[in-house]
């Protein structure tokens, strides 16, 4: 699985800097380089007001005594796209995008979320949560 991790990345890696050569001979080297900083500039003032949101969201599901899960989820994939807008490079900042896009976002999240919540893993984490709160003595036996 790790040899997989380092050939995805170095092809990656080898395929945006193939795009970023091709982007600068045919439009010139000032102008991808202004695209690439005006990029990642804006991801971060996306990733900004869309983190904000969401640590907004995050508050008000805590005040309801509910677990913010699906926020914290939302949270990460900014994260995440946040870093990829301020990585050189327009196949990752097309994936920045996609992620900080509350639109984008979400239907991603919904259209995995049954997936995720149906899998093993989920219902075992949901259970040693559920034994930790018990435990702890937040919840009654």
Do not use: C, W
């Not at 490079?89 to 979320?113: A, E």
């Amino acid at each position: 699985m790790f040899l997989k991790i380092i050939f995805f990345l170095i092809i990656f890696t080898l395929l945006e800097m193939y795009i970023l050569i091709l982007a600068g001979s045919k439009i010139g080297a000032n102008i991808t380089f202004a695209i690439l900083i005006l990029n990642g500039l804006s991801g971060v003032i996306m990733a900004k007001i869309n983190g904000s949101f969401v640590l907004k969201e995050m508050m008000k599901s805590i005040k309801r005594n509910q677990v913010p899960a699906f926020e914290v989820i939302e949270g990460l994939l900014i994260l995440i796209g946040a870093i990829a807008l301020i990585i050189p490079g327009f196949i990752s900042d097309i994936l920045g995008y996609i992620l900080i896009t509350n639109f984008s976002r979400r239907f991603i999240l919904r259209k995995y979320l049954n997936h995720i919540q149906s899998s093993d893993l989920f219902t075992q984490m949901k259970l040693k949560l559920y034994e930790e709160l018990v435990r702890k003595g937040y919840l009654g036996t």
